[in-house]
């Protein structure tokens, strides 16, 4: 149980198009949901938490008219890129955790979204 | 701000020997402590979580917390070739982001 996925895992794109990523989680209802970015040889830095029917809350530094969060639903959010440039190619990773009753404090991550902008 | 310190490593250790990552974190308020393994180009992978002072064991893996003096541990016994990863601690409370530290490369020699 608690698997999530990503789509796509990689994506090339030229520059100043946009980039939709998806994260699902499969087999739970996500109540909240996180987006890392790591650059190479970097730790993953928190972009943004995103709760199921709210805007998301962006962490400092992240344009959030740049980096589109829209959780419409309790397993499926997702993180438009929009006029990517080159220094957006990153691994894009997205986690998601619930809560209630029987939840933990684990989250769940997803695979990751390797994009490359050229 | 919330920090979580890793030394960076590398840290180089012979087949069969035993492995010790250490984390330090600076939020007193943090109830979650994980120990995450990322090979490279692959997403983080869940090795530990332990939430309360002591030792955690789990096969070759053994979580310990020290919430007083704000230090985690991490130990791998019989350590093996394909231990070889980065190993990230994260630290949070229930339902907020996971803070990460930047990460201790650990290299296991066959």
């Known amino acids: ?118 | 701000q919330k920090e979580v310190e890793q030394n960076s490593g590398p840290l180089s250790v012979p087949e069969g020997a035993i492995a010790s990552l250490n984390c330090t974190y600076s939020d007193r308020g943090s109830q979650s402590f994980f120990w995450y393994r990322q090979y490279s180009g692959k997403s983080p992978e869940l090795i530990m979580s332990i939430y309360s002072n002591g030792d955690k064991e789990d096969g070759r893996f053994t979580a310990q917390l020290n919430k007083a003096s704000q230090y985690v541990s991490l130990l791998i016994r019989d350590s093996q070739p394909s231990d070889s990863a980065t190993y990230l601690c994260a630290v949070n409370q229930a339902g907020t982001a996971l803070i990460f530290g930047k990460g201790t490369t650990l290299s296991v020699s066959s």
């Open chain 1, 1 to 118: 149980g608690a698997v999530v996925s990503q789509h796509p895992s990689w994506v090339i794109c030229k520059s100043g198009t946009s980039v939709k990523i998806e994260c699902r989680s499969l087999d739970f209802q996500a109540t909240t949901m996180f987006w890392y970015r790591q650059f190479p040889k970097q730790s993953l830095m928190l972009m943004a938490t995103s709760n199921e029917g709210s805007k998301a809350t962006y962490e400092q530094g992240v344009e959030k008219d740049k980096f589109l969060i829209n959780h419409a639903s309790l397993t499926l959010s997702t993180l438009t890129v929009t006029s990517a440039h080159p220094e957006d190619s990153s691994f894009y990773i997205c986690s998601a955790w619930t809560s209630g009753p029987k939840s933990s404090y684990e989250q769940y991550f997803g695979p990751g979204t390797r994009l490359t902008v050229t």
